[in-house]
Each structure stands twice: as structure tokens, then as C-alpha cells.
């Protein structure tokens, strides 16, 4: 039985990997904050709202607007809870994973339920307002992302 001999080269070695220095690192870490998850609910908060607010002064239904705010509550608070739980400490790297996917099954059951309510929870709903409340409360995860300090812009 012929085996092939070990090889002696790692992965990194072959794609040109180099670790950072313990400088590089800190220097990385300083050029690429860390996005709180904290405030990225409240800038839902904030934007589910605005988005509210925008909805009642556009179409003049108090109806329209709970049903805009509805739908932005059932985007915050499901990302509250899942960041609250998540951003606990964990003993590994395997207990942080299992975290996090229940956290988002508790983050989708919530969601499901808090949509199975709407109808008795809401007078007067509107599923298209609740939807577009959903939406743009969804989206502001990618302005969270885009707005953050200290990310650089690619020059053309």
C-alpha cells in the first residue's frame, strides 16, 4: 500500500497568507470599527417611526400608520431580543454558533407571531402598509452598514 508523503507546506504558505503583527492588527482594528448592534436597532426605531409618521402625513389614515409602525415593531423588536441573546459571552466557539441560530429561530418565530396578531392588534390594518413599514425598517441594516465611521469609500 504506497501512501503519498506529508506535505510540509500549509495553505497559508501556498496563497501568500501573512499574518498580522500584533501592530497590524491594532492599526486594523482602528481603521475598521466595530458597528454596534445597539445602535443599529435604534436607528430602526428611529426609521420605523419616521416611516410612520411619513406614512399618516402622505395618506391622512391614522390606520395606515400603525400599520406602518406595526410592521417597522415587528422588524425591532425581534432584533432586539436576537442581540440581546447573542451578544452574550459564550464558553466556545461552538456554544456562540448554536447561539446565534437559535436566536434567529426565536427572532423568526417571533416575527411569524407578531404578523399571526396584526389583524386583531391593529384596527383598520393594512397589509400593504405593514409590509412597506417591514421593509424599510429591514433595509436600514445596509445604511447602518454603509454610514459607519471610519469605512473608506473606494477611489475610482
Given at each position: 500500500m504506497k501512501t503519498d508523503a506529508p506535505d510540509t507546506?500549509?495553505?497559508?504558505?501556498?496563497?501568500?497568507?501573512?499574518p498580522l503583527s500584533a501592530d497590524e492588527a491594532r492599526d486594523?482594528?482602528?481603521r475598521h470599527p466595530r458597528v454596534s448592534v445597539w445602535r443599529i436597532v435604534a436607528f430602526q426605531a428611529v426609521l420605523g417611526l419616521l416611516a410612520a409618521v411619513v406614512a399618516w402625513g402622505v395618506s391622512g389614515k391614522s390606520s395606515i400608520a400603525w400599520s406602518?409602525?406595526?410592521?417597522?415593531?415587528?422588524?425591532?423588536l425581534p432584533a432586539a431580543l436576537f442581540a440581546r441573546g447573542v451578544a452574550?459571552?459564550?464558553a466556545s466557539a461552538g456554544?456562540?454558533?448554536?447561539?446565534?441560530?437559535g436566536w434567529e429561530l426565536v427572532k423568526i418565530a417571533l416575527t411569524v407571531a407578531m404578523l399571526a396578531a396584526a389583524p386583531r392588534l391593529v384596527p383598520g390594518?393594512?397589509?400593504l402598509a405593514l409590509l412597506a413599514g417591514m421593509v424599510v425598517t429591514m433595509k436600514t441594516y445596509w445604511i447602518a452598514l454603509m454610514v459607519r465611521p471610519g469605512v473608506r469609500k473606494p477611489i475610482d
Open positions: 507546506g500549509t495553505e497559508a504558505e501556498d496563497t501568500g497568507f501573512k486594523w482594528r482602528m406602518t409602525g406595526y410592521g417597522a415593531l415587528a422588524v425591532v452574550r459571552d459564550r456554544a456562540a454558533l448554536a447561539g446565534l441560530f390594518l393594512s397589509w
